[in-house]
Each structure stands twice: as structure tokens, then as C-alpha cells.
């Protein structure tokens, strides 16, 4: 059977379609000073450990950091690129649950891919709907993991008729 490109586009990753033990990799993207310096700008945290190059040469790390929640959110955003998630948007009813931990430090030049892998799956009082938990590690060039996070998702589930 051909797919074609209708197909394609009303493709949905349902509940269902995505067991415990499926894993996936983002697409690559550096962490640059003009990260860091928007951030900065945008949220008001001007925190010397990630503006501050004299201040951060004396600190515990030698140099500035990125802010933990700038590389969270740039995680999400490789995240929200690959073809699974995309797939899965018109599935999403709700984020539950975000947590989060930063392990390493990421510095201005650091490169960082997410590892995604489904953790857990639980059914729910509806049965058109599932719970899924995603555990997600965000690896630097060195395989250090500088974001550790966990997601937990309401889901839809596979129609029957489908």
C-alpha cells in the first residue's frame, strides 16, 4: 500500500503507539553567548555566574554558565522538532508534571542532543485517554548529562474504529 502525503499528514502517535522502552534522539544545537544574553534580557536573571566573565572566573565552575532553564528550554525545543513529537501534538491533551535537574553545568559553546525514552504508561478512569511519563536526558558533547527531567503527559488514546 503507497502512503501518500495526505497520509502522512494525518499521521497521529497515539497513547497506544508508544510503549514503555521507546527511545528517540533530537537533532543537535550549540549553546551560544547569544543564547545566553537573550536569555538574560528576557527573563531579568542577571545572575553573575552567566553575565559576569571576572565574577564567574572565580567561581566554583571558572567560567560562566548558561542558565539551567535556558538549556531546559532549548531541550524542549529540540524535542518539539523530531517527527515523533510532531506526531503526537494532535494526541497531547495536557501537561501534568515537569521535573527537572541539572546534573552538569553547560557553558557558552557546549552542544547538547535529548535522549527521550518512554518510562512509563498507565491507563486511566476514561478510556480514551492514557498517562505517559517521558524521561528525558539532555547530553552535552562530553555525554554529560546537563539536564535531567522527567514529563508526564495526558494523553489520547487510539480510537477503536482506527
Not at 521507546?22 to 544545537?29: A, F, G, H, K
Not at 522527567?150 to 474504529?161: A, I
Amino acid at each position: 500500500m503507497k502512503t501518500t502525503l495526505e497520509q502522512l499528514q494525518n499521521a497521529v502517535l497515539y497513547w497506544d503507539d508508544l510503549p514503555v522502552g521507546t527511545r528517540y534522539t533530537t537533532s543537535s544545537r550549540t549553546v551560544t553567548e547569544t543564547d545566553i544574553v537573550a536569555f538574560a534580557g528576557l527573563t531579568a536573571d542577571y545572575n553573575r555566574a552567566h553575565v559576569d566573565d571576572e565574577f564567574a572566573k572565580t567561581s566554583h565552575f571558572g567560567k560562566r554558565i548558561a542558565h539551567g532553564m535556558l538549556v531546559a528550554s532549548i531541550s524542549v525545543g529540540l524535542n518539539t522538532r523530531t517527527i515523533q513529537n510532531q506526531l503526537m501534538e494532535n494526541a497531547l491533551i495536557a501537561l501534568l508534571e515537569n521535573k527537572l535537574a541539572f546534573p552538569k553545568p553547560t557553558f557558552c559553546g557546549d552542544t547538547i542532543e535529548v535522549e527521550v525514552e518512554v518510562a512509563e504508561q498507565h491507563t486511566t478512569s476514561k478510556p480514551d485517554k492514557g498517562v505517559i511519563v517521558f524521561k528525558r536526558r539532555t547530553f552535552n558533547q562530553r555525554r554529560e548529562i546537563v539536564v535531567d527531567s522527567t514529563v508526564t503527559l495526558l494523553m489520547k488514546r487510539r480510537p477503536l474504529d482506527t
